[in-house]
């Protein structure tokens, strides 16, 4: 059962390294802000409106949290089984749907338009999870996940590999940026978008983060490698903060395991936020982009950190 902690420093807040320290606060204790989900997913953070978006995606819904009230409700339903969310830089939401097989931005009058659905004429398998980078482009993960049966998506055969893609800003033209992924999951990009970290959640014997270098002027990448092995955990989503450390949903539903696991930009574990749930995805949020908002499995915390995360996540 979750209890808030009792005292400052949280106890839930480990320090592997000493490294770690500087990012956390000693007067900052792990908040449940909400529960109740099935699987919480894709949180996503609207300062200009002080609130917190996520999916829900068995039950085909997003939900809204109201950063000055507390409150709680439905945002959209249905969802099309959305799963990752982020904002494009002009500040609208881009989401990966499971139902519709298509990454979807939603517009200022709330109106959807399709980014992308198809790629040689064949269906995407179920889009996981987004970000967009400077100069306007979407990049997202397409494992099959979501056609794997009929909970978080419909059961359907994949007809494309599970890549890595890249869609134009400007152009709207898609590009396989990476291939030969065994379930390319959560995705990020360092501060200086100089690499690209992408989650391998299927890889054998253990799951991964792979990382590149991004090339030809930020269209491409190359160099792939394994930047850290995650042993007995799993890895979900990531997002980096302006430090070029790792912030990654981790767990395996084992109280030594779930939570949140930060990795140096060296690719060593240097902290951890225990959480009684394997956390999905997280980003980061507040008015100083200092909070971090974790979906885990059936509820949504949030840690005021001593760190930013990187814009475009």
């Known amino acids: 059962m979750w209890q808030a902690s009792e005292r400052y420093p949280d106890p839930r807040i480990q320090v592997f390294d000493p490294e770690f320290e500087k990012f956390r606060l000693p007067y900052a204790a792990v908040e449940r802000l909400a529960t109740g989900f099935r699987w919480a997913e894709g949180p996503v953070w609207f300062g200009d409106g002080r609130y917190l978006l996520w999916s829900d995606i068995p039950n085909n819904r997003m939900m809204k949290w109201e950063e000055e009230t507390g409150a709680v409700s439905v945002f959209r339903s249905p969802s099309n089984y959305a799963n990752g969310n982020t904002r494009d830089r002009q500040g609208r939401l881009i989401t990966c749907e499971h139902g519709g097989r298509r990454v979807t931005r939603t517009e200022y009058d709330g109106s959807l338009t399709v980014i992308l659905d198809r790629f040689d004429g064949k269906p995407l398998n179920s889009p996981n999870d987004v970000v967009v980078k400077s100069d306007g482009s979407i990049w997202f993960t397409d494992p099959p996940f979501g056609i794997l049966g009929n909970y978080e998506g419909r059961q359907a055969q994949p007809e494309l590999p599970q890549n890595v893609y890249r869609v134009d800003g400007a152009s709207g033209a898609a590009t396989v940026v990476a291939g030969h992924i065994k379930g390319p999951n959560g995705?990020?990009?360092?501060?200086?978008?100089?690499?690209?970290?992408?989650?391998?959640?299927?890889?054998?014997?253990?799951?991964?983060?792979r990382v590149y270098d991004v090339v030809d002027n930020g269209t491409a990448i190359a160099n792939g490698r394994v930047f850290l092995d995650a042993g007995a955990g799993t890895i979900d989503g990531l997002r980096c903060d302006v430090h070029g450390n790792l912030w990654c949903g981790w767990g395996m539903g084992s109280d030594e395991l779930d939570g949140v696991m930060v990795v140096s930009p060296r690719g060593k574990l240097i902290g951890r936020i225990a959480l009684p749930e394997r956390c999905a995805n997280l980003c980061f949020g507040g008015l100083m982009r200092n909070r971090l908002f974790m979906a885990s499995c059936q509820s949504v915390y949030a840690l005021y950190v001593n760190t930013q995360g990187v814009a475009g996540g």
């Open 187 to 209: 995705l990020c990009f360092s501060p200086d978008e100089s690499l690209l970290y992408v989650i391998e959640s299927r890889g054998t014997p253990n799951r991964m983060i």
